[in-house]
């Protein structure tokens, strides 16, 4: 059984930091493209950052040079350090992993609540 349980969310005031931690099991990890997405209220849901098994990044324009996204293989777990917050990255933060060799899968974390106060 495929679990993603994400954890560090919560309500923080502008300009400061929270880091998220997204724990892996039942899958091969060092298998699978690692992401977190993100969903404000009345929004479709947006990538925030990804990181491939090899490392690789990739950032929406609007977190960049404020989130790090990085992965622990021997620990299963990937995070997202989010520095300089600000009202609009209010959201439910979701843990993404992708496997785009086959057998492709997609796997989801339930989401967790960051609330950025100005």
């Known amino acids: 059984q495929v679990q993603l349980v994400e954890s560090g969310g919560g309500l923080v005031q502008a300009g400061g930091s929270l880091r998220l931690s997204c724990a892996a099991s039942g899958i091969i990890f060092n298998s699978y493209t690692m992401g977190w997405y993100r969903q404000a209220l009345g929004k479709q849901r947006e990538l925030v950052a990804t990181i491939a098994s090899g490392g690789r990044t990739n950032y929406a324009d609007s977190v960049k040079g404020r989130f790090t996204i990085s992965r622990d293989n021997a620990e299963n777990t990937v995070y997202l350090q989010m520095n300089s917050l600000k009202p609009e990255d209010t959201a439910v933060y979701y843990c993404?992993?992708?496997?785009?060799?086959?057998?492709?899968?997609?796997?989801w974390g339930q989401g967790i609540q960051v609330t950025v106060s100005s």
């Open positions: 993404n992993a992708q496997r785009h060799s086959p057998p492709r899968s997609d796997y």
